[in-house]
């Protein structure tokens, strides 16, 4: 079915990383489904994640990824209309139930689900603690699993950074489907998902081509200087308190 809207974005973005000079390195596309649903699990480290990690399913057939995203967005007087008509699925913090049953129906129907099981932007760039909502997804739906790494949008757009730079590199990794999914216990197959999501990760930052040694933009694992996950864990803390006496 012709999304003109949704079509019309895909480009838009595409145009805007060709005119930033971004260096996509895309490997695994070809572990998206040409056709029918799955659950894409993507860790998050930017605000371009969701165009970023939507390439390999427009390299595979030009197919588009309806991505679940906190309630707040669409309520946005611009990017509202514009998230609602490209069918990406809004989530309420306090009750995702809505989300998860939307979700599980528009999978089975055949479309591909984008989700950040980490539910926020890690600050250590590695893969946090993550919700069991995408192994339950793909379970109920009865749809692969599929888990994505992208790399390198958080040098241009994320917690306290917005440059704009050209010729950063991207690198995007699409793992193998998790086929057990269905029948393992919904916590220890979360667990399996955070290996392969941090396998994935690992692999990804090693063909990443700008790790220069103490890096904010490499993990602390790999030589660079984000903060650790205890470091940013601590941060949020403060953060979360600080908010909390603004209000």
């Given at each position: 079915?012709?999304?003109?809207?949704?079509?019309?974005?895909?480009?838009?973005?595409?145009?805007?990383f060709?005119?930033?000079?971004?260096?996509?390195?895309?490997?695994?596309?070809?572990?998206?489904?040409?056709e029918?649903?799955?659950?894409?699990?993507?860790?998050?480290?930017?605000?371009l994640?969701?165009?970023?990690?939507?390439?390999?399913?427009?390299?595979?057939?030009?197919?588009?990824?309806?991505?679940?995203?906190?309630?707040?967005?669409?309520?946005?007087?611009?990017a509202?209309?514009?998230?609602?008509?490209?069918?990406?699925?809004?989530?309420?913090?306090?009750?995702?139930?809505?989300?998860?049953?939307?979700?599980?129906?528009?999978?089975?129907?055949?479309e591909?689900?984008?989700?950040?099981?980490?539910?926020?932007?890690?600050?250590?760039?590695?893969?946090?603690?993550?919700?069991?909502?995408?192994?339950?997804?793909?379970r109920?739906?009865?749809?692969?699993?599929?888990?994505?790494?992208?790399?390198?949008?958080?040098?241009?757009l994320s917690?306290?950074?917005?440059?704009?730079?050209?010729?950063?590199?991207?690198?995007?990794?699409?793992?193998?489907?998790?086929?057990?999914?269905?029948?393992?216990?919904?916590?220890?197959?979360?667990?399996?998902?955070?290996?392969?999501?941090?396998?994935?990760?690992?692999?990804?930052?090693?063909?990443?081509?700008?790790?220069?040694?103490?890096?904010?933009w490499?993990?602390?694992?790999?030589g660079?200087?984000?903060?650790?996950?205890?470091?940013?864990?601590?941060?949020?803390?403060?953060?979360?308190a600080?908010?909390?006496?603004?209000?």
């Amino acid at each position: 079915m012709a999304e003109p809207l949704y079509r019309s974005i895909v480009e838009g973005f595409k145009g805007i990383f060709a005119v930033l000079g971004m260096k996509l390195d895309i490997v695994g596309e070809e572990n998206i489904p040409v056709e029918g649903g799955a659950i894409i699990a993507l860790n998050h480290t930017s605000y371009l994640d969701f165009a970023l990690g939507g390439l390999p399913a427009d390299m595979r057939g030009r197919r588009f990824v309806r991505f679940m995203a906190k309630d707040s967005v669409f309520r946005h007087p611009i990017a509202g209309p514009l998230m609602r008509g490209m069918k990406h699925i809004p989530v309420d913090r306090h009750d995702g139930s809505a989300a998860f049953d939307a979700a599980v129906s528009a999978a089975r129907s055949g479309e591909l689900i984008g989700v950040f099981p980490e539910a926020t932007m890690s600050r250590s760039l590695e893969i946090k603690e993550l919700k069991n909502g995408a192994i339950r997804m793909a379970r109920q739906a009865d749809v692969p699993l599929i888990p994505m790494i992208v790399f390198g949008g958080h040098r241009v757009l994320s917690y306290d950074v917005r440059d704009f730079t050209r010729g950063r590199p991207i690198c995007v990794t699409v793992g193998t489907p998790m086929s057990d999914v269905v029948d393992r216990d919904a916590d220890a197959a979360t667990l399996d998902l955070r290996r392969e999501l941090t396998e994935l990760l690992d692999q990804t930052i090693d063909r990443y081509p700008d790790k220069q040694p103490g890096a904010a933009w490499i993990p602390q694992r790999h030589g660079g200087s984000a903060p650790s996950l205890d470091e940013a864990k601590v941060i949020e803390a403060r953060l979360r308190a600080e908010r909390q006496r603004q209000r």
